[in-house]
C-alpha cells in the first residue's frame, strides 16, 4: 500500500517577493501587524542569522536570512504560513509556500522590521520607567505640592544675566 507523503511546499516566483515585502514593509511602518524577532540564542542553529515573524492572524509571514554551511552564502526566505488552533489552546502551522528573497528584499524588510521593533521597544522602556516611578511621583507630590504638578513639564525660559549690579 502506497503511503501518501505530504507534498512539499510551492516556490513562488523570486520577482512576486517584492510584491509581498512592499506591502509588509507599509503595514509594519504604519504599525498595522505585530513583528516579532526570534531570540536565536534560544535554539541551535548555527546556520540562521535572523528571523522575523509578521503576525497576520490566522496566517503569520516568516522572514529569514541564514548562511549557508557550505558556501558561507548568505540566504534570504520568506515563508507563509497558516495557523491552525487546536481544541487543546495548541496551534498547528501549515506552510502554504516560501520564496527567495534577493540581498535588496531583505535588507529593505530588515530595516522596516528593525525600526518597528526599536520603537516598540522605547514604548515599553517608557511605560515601565513610568510604572516603576509612580510611587516616587506619588511620594514627591505629597510632600511638595507646589513644585510637582503631575504631567505638567515646568517651563523655565532663558534669561539674561542681569548685569545692572556689574557697574562700580
Given amino acids: 500500500m502506497e503511503q501518501n507523503s505530504p507534498n512539499p511546499p510551492p516556490i513562488g516566483d523570486p520577482k512576486k ?3 509581498y515585502i512592499n506591502s509588509l514593509v507599509r503595514l509594519i ?3 498595522k501587524v505585530a513583528l ?3 531570540d536565536l540564542n534560544k535554539f541551535d542553529v548555527a546556520t540562521m542569522q535572523n528571523h522575523y515573524r509578521v503576525d497576520l492572524g490566522e496566517y503569520d509571514v516568516e522572514v529569514s536570512h541564514s548562511v549557508q554551511a557550505e558556501t558561507n552564502k548568505d540566504f534570504y526566505t520568506i515563508i507563509f504560513n497558516n495557523l491552525k488552533k487546536l481544541q487543546d489552546g495548541k496551534s498547528d502551522k501549515v506552510v502554504l509556500g516560501y520564496i527567495h528573497l534577493v540581498d535588496e528584499q531583505y ?3 530588515k530595516v522596516v522590521a528593525d525600526e ?3 520603537r516598540r521597544r522605547k514604548e515599553a ?3 515601565r520607567f513610568a510604572e516603576n ?4 511621583e506619588q511620594l514627591l507630590e505629597y510632600m511638595d505640592p507646589e513644585e510637582n504638578t503631575p504631567n505638567e ?16
Fill in 29 to 31: 511602518s504604519k504599525d
Fill in 107 to 109: 535588507s529593505r524588510f
Fill in 125 to 127: 522602556d517608557k511605560e
Fill in 17 to 19: 517577493a517584492d510584491k
Fill in 153 to 168: 513639564p515646568q517651563f523655565i525660559p532663558e534669561t539674561e544675566p542681569d548685569t545692572s549690579l556689574d557697574q562700580h
Fill in 116 to 118: 518597528y521593533l526599536e
Fill in 133 to 136: 516611578l509612580a510611587p516616587i
Fill in 36 to 38: 516579532t524577532q526570534t
